[in-house]
């Protein structure tokens, strides 16, 4: 092994998320440039001094972990044999059982990264199947963690509760962000002002969550205390279903996540590439 991580390949490495993983790996010296592979279709890319190629089975035979970060459906017309490497899908909706049978890997971990990656701010929650012992996982683990934080789960079954959740990463609060702009601008707010002031507040208060033992419920209930202008809105957003409704965009996200993954168990495969 080059290192303590070993040799890393990432397919898919030219994505949104294959080259946030590959820069912070690089970045924060997790893995050295000349143990670091990454494919796409062109075999080129924008990252330096590592080693692109086009060829996923050449990526393999380089790396002791492989990353498969390309979409679900580029999946189906990829061709590789993982042997004993362990091989780390950030794909929704590929199950295990796909993934074994169309790759012949045995030690395999599931993740759910999301978009902020790329500033590394992702929690990744992941599940490896009882192959992965503790060394690769430990390592899996610090992998995950150069683009934020990670937490194992307990099966399979909450990667697809968590493609909708953690998956989604900046969608919902992007969507909440995008009504108040909305609002403001139709109430006569300049829309440059109405934009910043909204972002602001997304921002500011993603900055307060940040912050150690932050309590969602506690913030809530200390401004709902004044019994004002706060109170009038929280409580009318509660009455109306914010919470339900947020419940339901959740399990939308799970319950598409399953179909891509039946969809995805269907598509066989013998590993054997
Ligand atoms: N983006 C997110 O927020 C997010 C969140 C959670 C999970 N995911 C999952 O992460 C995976 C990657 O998503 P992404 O957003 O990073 O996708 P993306 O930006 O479209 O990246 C896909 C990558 O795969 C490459 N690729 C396609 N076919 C290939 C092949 N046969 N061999 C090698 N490389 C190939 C593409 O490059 P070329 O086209 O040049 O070949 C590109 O570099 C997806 O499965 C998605 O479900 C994404």
Known sequence: MATGIGRIGIIGGSGWLGAAFAQAFLEKGLVAPEALTLSN???????????????????????????????????????????????????????????????????????????AATIGACFTPWFA???????????VQALLEACGSAGELGSEDEIDYVSGFTGAGPALPALLARAMIQHATARGLPPALARQAALSVVTGAAQLLAEKDADPSAIMDALIGYRGITAALLETAMAGGFESLIGTALAAGEARAREMSARSAGSGGNGDA
């Not at 009882?130 to 430990?138: F, H, R």
């Open 41 to 115: 279709r062109t075999g080129s890319g924008p990252i330096a001094g590592v080693t692109w190629t086009s060829d996923n089975q050449a990526l393999v035979e380089r790396s002791d972990i492989v990353i498969l970060s390309v979409r679900p459906e580029q999946f189906l017309d990829l061709s590789m044999a993982a042997g004993d490497r362990v091989l780390l899908s950030f794909m929704a909706g590929v199950t295990i059982e796909t993934l074994r049978a169309r790759t012949g890997a045995r030690r395999i971990v599931r993740t759910m990264p999301n978009a």
């Open 129 to 139: 199947t009882p192959e992965v012992g503790p060394d690769d996982k430990a390592r």
